[in-house]
């Protein structure tokens, strides 16, 4: 374990390494989320990770709603965001930043689940291109594709992209 630098993120002590003897690790993974305060207060949770695929679920709550009764699009970028990085995450390992994503909202997101899956369309050594579905599932268990998205993830060699472990 490394100690804290005393900077801006130096409640972080040590790094965490998603792929373990070339193998994604969903344990390891699950950490690098925890450590995102963000993705703490809106409660997300990674359900799978590996194979070029990861899989994002947050509850839909009413703080994450707009005006309308509607997931927030800011909710469904954030997902969209987080997934298509861990996606790129399990065949690139944990040096990433998302260089930009587009996403498409094809209708309202309303439910109880919101779950963005990703998947890996091409790695190259540089950068990742994933794709994402984002759909809200409701209480009979119905799923509705609510958004699309698309993006480039930068695989970085600085030693501060690391993933921090809480």
Same mark, same amino acid.
């Given at each position: ?11 972080f002590t040590s790094e ?10 969903? &344990? ?18 990674? +359900? ?22 509607? +997931? ?18 399990? +065949?690139?390992?944990? $040096? ?21 899956? &990703?998947?890996?369309? $091409? ?5 990742? +291109? ?16 609510c958004a699309v998205a698309?993006?480039a993830i930068a695989v ?11």
């Amino acid at each position: 374990m490394t100690e804290p630098s005393g900077g801006r993120h130096s409640r972080f002590t040590s790094e965490v390494r998603w792929i373990v003897n070339d193998a994604p690790d969903l &344990a390891l993974a699950r950490k690098a989320l925890a450590a995102q305060p963000f993705s703490v207060l809106l409660g997300a949770r990674l +359900v799978a990770f590996g194979g070029g695929e990861a899989t994002l679920e947050l509850d839909i709550r009413e703080e994450l709603l707009q005006q309308y009764g509607f +997931v927030h699009g800011g909710v469904l970028g954030y997902a969209a965001d987080n997934a298509l990085t861990f996606a790129a995450g399990t +065949v690139t390992g944990d $040096r990433l930043l998302t260089a930009g994503y587009t996403i498409d909202y094809l209708r309202p997101a309303t439910g109880t689940l919101l779950r963005a899956h &990703a998947q890996v369309v $091409r790695a190259g050594r540089t950068r990742t +291109v994933s794709r994402c579905d984002l759909s809200t599932v409701d209480d009979a268990g119905a799923e509705t594709l609510c958004a699309v998205a698309q993006g480039a993830i930068a695989v970085s060699e600085r030693p501060e992209t690391r993933f921090p472990q809480p």
